[in-house]
């Protein structure tokens, strides 16, 4: 048993508080839990009203920890001790809880959780700010706004506790979620790696296409036949950069650009993504009644890639992209474009050009209209995990990442 007395020099397992910092307390959290964070109890106090709480550990004291936090009026979390002698586990859980972003440009994101969310801290990595945040109990999904304006391309950590309400200021532990993640980069930052990308590819070579190609396994295209032959958009995932305002916000489909050259650009003879390869006409994708804008551009460790994004004008996806990311013309950018004069498509070869078209496509009446067809290649590696998860970009490049100084600059502007 550890009784744990509040604005007092110490508590009784050895613990000290500093007293000028005690003083701001508005409420005292307490987390008292096994190590495989199965059992255990929080306690939230009132300070001003309650000065003493008593925390019974079972019978293997030796496998729980006690975590104590002092929160100000504003849920700031101004003292932080332990009693633990050993680092505790920590899970990752991104399958139950998600951050949402409800506005960029004024850095308001809410969190959503599969599950009876009780309490979470949030953290900012570079300062080590920490909040504290009390939610419904409750199952199902809960979505708890968070109520003051994240910095831009900054990484926070959230640890999140499960359990159900015993009654005021008690609740019962029963899980455990901790993860990071990075806030996006607003729309004056996607220009400024706009502008590493373009200067990258400066001197590329300029090779003429016809198509874009999508790589996938034969059973992905018999099972889209199956269907009915339309093919149909998913959520971006978290590949390329992590602060990417792209990823997790709208739907689409990924096609690649990529050709090598040796005299005329050729396809690749094989693909992590599976051995059958649709070939669509690049007039599919870039005409008068879509949009082209600039989202992304990461490397890792090797070529360097550029994410460009299609959409029907005015659409969900359009105006998401026109306020988000960098608005290009189809006819004058330096990654892929249509030249009126030569009556041709163009990429520029110095990158690996990847396109996210933001529609479902009919590849039935594609084919029908001869705008596409099929061909095989090799399959190389195994890239499921990362095609659904989303490989991070290399963080250690001086080309595809901005600086510091950069981001917070662009920021104060």
Known sequence: MSDILLHKVKIKNGIKIKMDTAREWCKAVIVAAHRSYKRGMVFILDTQNQQRATVVIPDDPDNFFIK???????????????RDSHENKRSEDMKNIRILKRDIPNGRYAMKSEGNMTIFFLKEVETGEKHFFQCQSGAGTTVYEIPFQLKPVRDYVVEAFYGC??????????????????????????????????????????????????????????????????MTKYMKNNGGDQASPLNRSIQ????????????????????PFGDQRLHVALPFFIHKSNNLYFA???????????????????????QFCRKHLTSLSKTNNPFLYYNRRRGSYFVNAALNIEVFYTENIDIGDLMYRNQAYFSYCYVIGNSRGKSFIGQ????????????????????LK
Do not use: W
């Open 165 to 230: 309400c015993l009654g005021q200021g008690k609740h019962s532990l029963s899980g455990h979620a901790h993860f990071e993640f990075r806030t996006a980069m607003l729309q004056k930052h996607v220009q400024l790696l706009y502008n590493r990308a373009s200067e990258f590819c400066r001197l590329g070579r300029r090779c003429a296409i016809n198509h874009l190609y999508r790589n996938k396994p034969r059973h992905y295209f018999e099972k889209i036949r199956s269907r009915g032959g339309v």
């Open 296 to 318: 992304d551009f990461f490397c890792h460790y090797t070529n360097h890639h550029v994410t460009l994004v299609v959409t029907k004008a005015e659409s969900y996806s359009d």
């Open 392 to 411: 991070g970009k290399n963080k250690e490049c001086q080309k595809c990442n901005l600086k510091s100084e950069e981001i917070i600059e662009t920021f």
């Open 68 to 82: 104590f936090y002092g929160v100000d009026a504003m849920g700031k979390v101004v003292d932080e001790y332990s």
């Open 252 to 271: 689409g489909l990924f096609f690649s650009a990529y050709y090598k050259y040796d005299g005329c650009p050729y396809l690749p003879e094989d693909s």
